[in-house]
């Protein structure tokens, strides 16, 4: 446990190394779910438009049959 | 269909690397991390602040790196009117900008400390919050527009024109009598630093490259899927025209 306090303590450099680490980790994690979810939300609506073009074709060629 | 040949050899292309760039991301930040907090010494005149710099200094080359790719993606699109360079370019912009703001948030977490101050008007530090802003001013111009096309264009050549600050803050340094350190790893004759804080600092680095890989990808597929979205919007409702 004593260590683990030594650790956070960081030799008095605690309340600087932590925040640094702590802001890093949580700026990296915010762009990419943001990057993903922009990702998965493109690619969605795409596949919605392609299906609905696809139906309709074939509902087209079906009639000119 | 020319201008589905190329975003089809990336999109190709980017579902090989994309594990490929995770697994090396994941697992050299998580080296770096294990290197940067346990496995390397305090330093004998800066004690345990000298752990901001795995953080610092990394997201300092990323926010330089960034920028540079982003100025000659977009050299590329103006040039050869590449049609995917708008995009990448456009894609590596919120990642520059993020490692630029985590630069300037260390370094002034680490300047408090071991300066005595947050924040000076160095030559570094200003070209560095330059830079912060030319990312912030080409993400808006580029969103600026409702034809994405003259957004790419006009953000493009801010992008060129704003180049002109990345080797002003490489040098800056040298040029001016500062309070920031000149460099240290990336110099003649070889990194003057202990490889015991050499190697987190480099799988750092390496993990930061691999995670703007996958970002770029990630990002690359949104736009282009956008931009089919657009195409296909755009066929619907001259079609709908027409049938009138």
């Given at each position: 446990m004593e260590s683990f306090q030594a650790m956070l303590h960081m030799g008095g450099y605690g309340g600087y190394v932590w925040p640094a680490y702590g802001v890093g980790i949580a700026v990296l994690v915010l762009v990419l779910a943001l990057s993903l979810s922009s990702a998965r939300k493109a690619e969605a609506e795409l596949e919605v438009l392609q299906q609905t073009r696809r139906a309709r074709r074939g509902k087209d060629s079906e009639s000119q049959e | 269909m020319h201008r589905f040949a190329n975003p089809a050899r990336f999109l190709r292309l980017a579902k090989v690397i994309l594990p490929w760039s995770n697994a090396v991301a994941a697992l050299c930040l998580g080296a770096g991390l294990y290197f940067a907090l346990l496995g390397s010494p305090a330093d004998y005149q800066q004690g345990e602040s000298v752990r901001i710099m795995y953080v610092h200094v990394p997201s300092a080359w990323m926010g330089m790196f960034c920028y540079v790719a982003m100025a000659v993606f977009s050299a590329m699109a103006l040039i050869?009117?590449?049609?995917l360079a708008d995009l990448l370019a456009k894609a590596t912009a919120p990642v520059g900008a993020a490692f630029t703001f985590l630069c300037l948030l260390t370094g002034s977490l680490w300047g408090?400390?071991?300066?005595?101050?947050?924040?000076?008007?160095?030559a570094r530090l200003t070209s560095m919050l330059i830079l912060l802003f030319l990312y912030f001013g080409y993400m808006a111009l580029v969103n600026a527009f409702d034809d994405p096309e003259r957004g790419h264009k006009a953000a493009a050549i801010l992008a060129l024109v704003g180049a002109v600050n990345v080797p002003v803050i490489k040098w800056s340094v040298d040029w001016w009598n500062t309070l920031h350190q000149p460099?240290?790893?990336?110099?003649?004759?070889?990194?003057?630093?202990?490889s015991s804080m050499l190697v987190p600092l480099l799988l750092m680095a390496v993990g930061f490259k691999a995670y703007w890989i996958s970002i770029l990808i990630l990002r690359g597929r949104a736009e282009i899927a956008a931009q089919k979205v657009r195409i296909i919007r755009m066929a619907q409702i001259h079609a709908a025209a027409q049938g009138e």
């Open positions: - | 050869w009117k590449h049609p408090k400390p071991m300066w005595g101050t947050w924040w000076a008007w160095d460099a240290s790893v990336v110099k003649m004759g070889g990194p003057a630093i202990d």
